[in-house]
């Protein structure tokens, strides 16, 4: 996941078959910490490391588990959706040295570095290198650019931007998701993200989705209460993120 706070972070991703037992799992489970420990040694042995996995909140035996092997629950997301079939949000006014427009490829390396901007005191979001950014957003085939958003400056730079890719966790409904929603630290507390977030719904409904979802950290009060002012409801299928710390040189 980058390196930030003189911290190299790395994510541990699981995924098991609701009908493997509990041995395989409890071995999935120590290869990963082994394979961590590994990446930290390889990589950036003179830095910490900071491993980060999420847990749903009904995964009470891998929320032991985890305890157990020293991580700590550090925030917890928030799952909501909005359906578009509910009334039109209203925008926030734009600072007039800005222009809201859809996303296009002449703007991914400025958004890319915004996102960075962005993200960067957040320990939830990764700060992407260029490769992994096209696996975050803007690369996926799921990337949907005209239900993306930017606000540009009168420099042609990003301050700001949402974007949107279809779901592909659920094939029973035809939704959307704001995969990410970020403003650069100089241009926050103008309503930027109100409205990119206005504008993205718009789009959705037109192009014939029904629901948008999104994620939110429990902690981001504000944020969160910008998104039921836009019509968002939680869904009950949140998950904690626990981490734990790998001192320097590999040792654990």
Known sequence: MGVAADALRLRLTRAIRPDIGDEVD???????????????????????AILGTRCGDSQQTLSSRLTDAGFEPTWRKVDMVHDLNTPRPTD????????????????????????????????SAAVLDRESWQQHATGLSSFLPGASFVAVTPEDDVAAFVLTVRD?????????????????????????????????????????????????????????????????????????????????????
Do not use: M
């Open 168 to 252: 592909t966790d659920d094939d029973r409904r035809n939704d959307a998701v704001l995969e990410c929603v970020g403003t650069r630290v100089a241009w926050r507390r103008r309503g930027l993200a109100r409205t990119l977030v206005a504008e993205a719904l718009r789009a959705c409904r037109t192009n014939g989705f029904e629901r948008v979802r999104l994620q939110a950290d429990s902690a981001n009060s504000a944020a969160i209460e910008l998104y039921v002012k836009l019509g968002f409801i939680e869904t009950g299928r949140g998950y904690s993120v626990l981490t734990r710390r790998l001192k320097a040189s590999g040792n654990t």
């Open 26 to 48: 409890s071995h999935l489970h120590s290869w990963l910490l082994e394979k961590a420990g590994r990446l930290h040694r390889e990589r950036a042995p003179e830095l910490d």
């Open 92 to 123: 926030a006014p734009t600072p007039p040295e800005l222009v809201i427009v859809p996303f296009e490829t002449r703007y991914d390396e400025r958004t890319w570095r915004a996102h960075n901007d962005a993200y960067a005191a957040s320990p």
